[in-house]
């Protein structure tokens, strides 16, 4: 498919990219079922709520966009499964894996907290 969009040959692209396509889909399925497999089995500890002190890290990270200080925040706070986190965590997790920090900073403003 690189080759082929290199060389511009749309017939190929056209021709080979819904099997690829499929191909990739089928393998992100395999991916997400030996995840699911592994957290089954493996399955974090619960926390009523996220440690206030590891969001204020994380905010700070933000404010300071600090790659390496949110994603060793975020690892800490990951180590648990929350109770009471009305999917913040999960939300975070999105805003950093796109490096949305200003995103990150409202929400967590938004709950309170600051720098």
Request: proline share 3%.
């Amino acid at each position: 498919m690189e080759n082929a969009a290199i060389e511009n040959d749309l017939g190929y692209i056209h021709e080979h990219n819904p099997i690829f396509l499929e191909t990739v889909k089928n393998f992100i399925a395999d991916i997400d079922d030996v995840l699911s497999v592994i957290s089954a089995e493996n399955p974090k500890p619960l926390k009523d709520k996220p440690d206030c002190e590891l969001l204020q890290k994380v905010l700070i990270a933000c404010e300071n966009y600090s790659m390496d200080d949110v994603d060793t925040a975020m690892t800490e706070i990951e180590i648990y499964n929350y109770e009471k986190d009305d999917g913040l965590v999960e939300k975070l997790r999105k805003h950093v894996d796109m490096m949305q920090f200003k995103q990150i900073v409202q929400a967590l403003t938004d709950l309170g907290f600051t720098s």
